[in-house]
């Protein structure tokens, strides 16, 4: 958010898996999460408060799929 990319912490043993294999399972289950799910950007204008978010997250929320 904020124009800043996501971030995800991961705290492993180095004893127990590689950076790269820890790396790989990351990246394995990212693409499983993104086959399984879409993304949409929309601009939206005119909500400039909490309660118009709210409502526009629930009109958003009762559309299918």
Known sequence: M????????????????SVARVRE?????????TEHFGHVLW???GV????RARTVTGLL?????
């Open 2 to 17: 904020g124009g800043h990319p996501a971030q995800l912490c991961i705290h492993y043993d180095p004893s127990v898996a």
């Open 25 to 33: 399972i990351a990246q394995g289950a990212g693409a499983r999460l």
């Open 43 to 45: 601009d939206l204008e």
């Open 48 to 51: 400039q408060d909490e309660r």
């Open 61 to 65: 929320s009762r559309l299918q799929g």
